[in-house]
């Protein structure tokens, strides 16, 4: 862990306390995604700082370990060129930004579906909507994962990947490409099983290539270049 930038060891090791304690006050009977996801605006469990504290929940093991190796893999790289301020700026904004593209989403969803019913069917279950609204809770650093991988796609463009199951390495920038079209896919289709906050992944990648977009102007104004 000693050859992790600051930041980035910093941010796995709380993402990892944060899944812990998550464990730990279940056997409690505390449920901490009740306090720290990031629940629909309109619900009353809605809280501003969920925009933040949604980042360091997951929603399971293969949620989490998926982050954090991805965190580890392209983030270590993005604050070793960018420096930890930089780096922890963009890692914040992208996920806050992810968490209100996600609410713009929930927000059209209900207006447009949710909004002509007082009752909602979970399962045979029947709900009142107050209660649907404080179900619908996004978590995990998925959006500012995804911000990351832009962040590294667009700063080496032809680095290779090998990644699995492709028999042959891709360029950085068609990875992310590919990632991108496959979450707005994803996204559109709208499959109510998916369960997987697809718009929040692109929300992140839009902040990032926004900020990044800012900084090489501003940058190169200085005499700073990027690859």
Same mark, same amino acid.
């Given at each position: 862990m000693n050859t992790i930038p600051t930041i980035t060891k910093n941010l796995l090791i709380i993402n990892v306390l944060a899944?812990?304690?998550?464990?730990?006050a279940k056997?409690?009977?505390?449920?901490?995604?009740?306090y720290?996801?990031?629940?629909?605006?309109?619900?009353?469990?809605?809280n501003v700082a969920q925009l933040i504290t949604y980042m360091f929940m997951h929603g399971g093991i293969m949620h989490l370990?998926?982050?954090?190796? #991805? @965190?580890?893999?392209f983030g270590r790289i993005l604050e070793?060129?960018?420096?930890?301020?930089?780096?922890? !700026?963009?890692? +914040?904004?992208c996920g806050i930004g992810a968490g209100l593209i996600q609410e713009i989403v929930q927000y059209i969803h209900y207006e447009i579906v949710l909004s002509a019913y007082d009752n909602v069917d979970i399962g045979g279950s029947i709900i009142s909507?107050?209660?649907?609204?404080?179900i619908m809770t996004t978590v995990g650093a998925s959006g500012a994962v995804y911000a990351i991988l832009l962040g590294f796609g667009m700063l080496f463009p032809n680095q290779p990947l090998f990644i699995f199951p492709l028999p042959f390495p891709i360029k950085a920038k068609y990875f992310v490409i590919i990632? #991108? @079209?496959?979450?707005?896919?994803?996204?559109?289709a709208n499959n109510p099983n998916d369960n997987v906050a697809h !718009?929040?992944? +692109?929300?992140?990648?839009?902040?990032?290539?926004?900020?990044?977009?800012?900084?090489r102007k501003k940058d190169k104004g200085n005499g700073f270049y990027y690859n």
């Open positions: 899944f812990l304690a998550t464990i730990v056997t409690y009977g505390i449920d901490l995604t009740r720290l996801g990031l629940h629909f605006f309109l619900a009353e469990n809605f370990l998926f982050n954090m190796f #991805a @965190l580890w893999m070793q060129v960018w420096g930890p301020k930089r780096f922890l !700026f963009y890692y +914040l904004v909507m107050k209660e649907y609204l404080n990632y #991108a @079209l496959i979450e707005l896919y994803s996204g559109l !718009f929040a992944h +692109l929300g992140g990648m839009v902040f990032g290539f926004i900020l990044i977009i800012y900084w």
